[in-house]
């Protein structure tokens, strides 16, 4: 047992001591390659020392040649700039002594100036003298003085230079004339050669054509009811005799014609006739036409290039297509008046779209609204001014029939392009005193309390007068119509006869829910 302890402990002693000597080992092994590290880290530092100092070397060599480069180029800025100075400083100099050079010369010349003047002052007194002896001695010799003289001699010349002056303001003045009556026809041949002429005659009656005679019947009605309905709120009068598949719708107002034929158009392709429908389809046709007045208005400005017109003008326009001046079409007249307006205003070097415009709306007041006892150019003029023309086309409006005085190149344009297009072959028919005539019947029947609506028809030989019932008796129908019959003969020129007819209706209207 205690062999075996002693073994034991001789290992452990073995073990030990190996272990110990193993430590130590280590431990010298572990310093040699701590050593080894740090003198590699020396190394290393000392090499990237190196690096940092040759690299700090190279910058400071590149920082150094910059900054000599910069002061060698400031150098030779500051002395290219003093050379400069330098320069003008000696032009200075230069100038300044050639400056003062030519003030010395100039003062010089003053001063020998100065004495020819005083020379000549000498010689001019003496000169003064020698002629005040020769004037009079001339004063004697002429027995007159200087003054009789020279009146007798401005008298002598006033006299001829009078008469050379009317003599040539004569030949001036006829020169102009020749030379202006040969442009005026030169321009005028010109614009009527170049314009084209549209003629056109409208009529107080339309023939509207039937399918069959049978439409007829249907379009009196019971009693005349719808015929009388018909003429009733249209205004115009249906004149139906023989002539087969035919009747025609009589009125001066080619409005109210259109609306009679637009709305019998309508009543006879629905089949529904009667005087409720009737009123209906006319209200819905004046609608229609108020509709086609401002397109005719808008396409009509389209076609002639005229722009910025206001609207309620494009209106009036349109409604030119509706109206008549003896006898020729009143929107084709405005429209070949504005073409040779233009025309004109072109050769005479004017403004062309004023001239056009002036030329459209030249008898815009044949169409109002409401009648007005002004004549038609002045009532264009308040038209034009009312929605704010240029005053040269306000002035030419006005004055295309001498009303106001032309202040404007345009004014003689238009109304000499006017005169052109009213007498061209064919444009014109009659007179357009028929016209005013049943205007003015109308107005006189309308004047009458009472009195709802009023049409002439037949071209002026009918008057029918439509009465409120509510408003009237029968009594005072037999009284109006016997008043204005004796008015009319009283008061108006016309030929022939006119018949005056009242009609007083009472119309009562229920409606069942």
């Known amino acids: 047992m205690e062999h075996i302890v002693f073994v034991l402990a001789g290992l452990f002693g073995g073990l030990a001591l190996g272990y110990v000597v193993f430590v130590a080992m280590r431990k010298s092994q572990l310093q040699k390659e701590k050593e080894s590290i740090i003198e590699e880290a020396k190394l290393q530092g000392e090499n990237i020392k190196k690096d940092r100092l040759l690299e700090s070397k190279e910058k400071y060599m590149l920082l150094r040649s ?15 700039g003093e050379n400069r100075i330098k320069q003008k400083e000696q032009s200075l100099d230069d100038k300044l002594r050639a400056s003062k050079t030519r ?12 004495a020819q003047i005083e020379t000549y002052k000498i010689k001019d007194r003496e000169v003064q003298k020698v002629l005040d002896q020769q004037l009079v001695q001339l004063e004697k010799v002429a027995g007159l003085s200087a003054s009789d003289a020279k009146a007798q001699m401005l008298e002598t010349i006033k ?3 009078h008469t050379e002056g009317l003599t040539l303001a004569k030949n001036i003045i006829e020169e102009a004339k020749l030379s202006a009556t040969r442009e005026a026809k030169r321009i005028v041949l010109q614009t009527i050669q170049r314009t084209a002429a549209e003629t056109a005659i409208d009529n107080t009656v339309t023939s509207f054509p039937l399918e069959n005679d049978d439409a007829k019947g249907r379009i009196i009605g019971r009693e005349g009811r719808n015929i009388k309905a018909f003429e009733a709120a249209t205004g115009v009068e249906i004149l139906i005799d023989d002539t087969p598949e035919t009747i025609v719708l009589s009125c001066y107002d080619p409005i109210r014609r259109e609306i009679a034929r637009m709305s019998l158009e309508r009543l006879i392709r629905d089949g529904r006739i009667h005087p409720a429908r009737i009123e209906e389809v006319v209200e819905k046709t004046k609608k229609q036409i108020e509709e086609e007045v401002v397109e005719w208005g808008e396409r009509t400005v389209i076609d002639l290039g005229i722009t910025g017109l206001h609207p309620e003008l494009i209106r009036y326009v349109g409604r030119m297509r509706f109206r008549s ?12 008046v504005a073409r040779l307006c233009a025309t004109m205003a072109a050769e005479m070097g004017l403004n062309v779209k004023l001239a056009k415009r002036a030329g459209l709306l030249h008898d815009i007041g044949k169409c109002p609204d409401n009648d007005e006892e002004t004549p038609h150019a002045l009532l ?4 034009c001014e009312k929605f704010n023309e ?7 409006v006005g004055a295309h029939h001498d009303e106001i005085e032309m202040t404007s190149l345009l004014s003689p344009v238009i109304q000499a392009c006017d005169a052109i297009s009213g007498s061209r072959p064919g444009a014109r028919r009659g007179d357009d005193q028929y016209i005013e005539r049943i205007k003015e019947m109308e107005t006189m029947a309308l004047s009458y309390p009472g009195v709802e609506k009023a049409y002439a028809i037949q071209a002026g030989r009918e008057l029918r007068i439509i009465m409120a019932a509510e408003k009237s008796n ?7 119509a016997y008043e204005l019959s004796n008015r009319i003969m009283t008061e108006m020129r016309y030929p022939g006869q006119v018949k005056i007819t009242v009609i007083r209706e009472k119309r009562s209207v229920g409606i069942a829910k």
């Open 66 to 80: 910059d900054y000599e480069r910069e002061t060698n180029q400031r150098n030779n800025e500051i002395l290219s």
């Open 474 to 480: 029968d009594e005072n129908a037999d009284t109006l």
């Open 380 to 383: 264009g003029l308040k038209l």
């Open 159 to 161: 006299i001829q230079t």
């Open 103 to 114: 003030e010395d010369e100039v003062q010089q010349k003053g001063e020998r100036l100065d």
């Open 325 to 336: 001046s003896y006898g020729q079409n009143l929107l084709k007249h405005s429209r070949e």
């Open 390 to 396: 240029h005053p040269e086309v306000c002035n030419a």
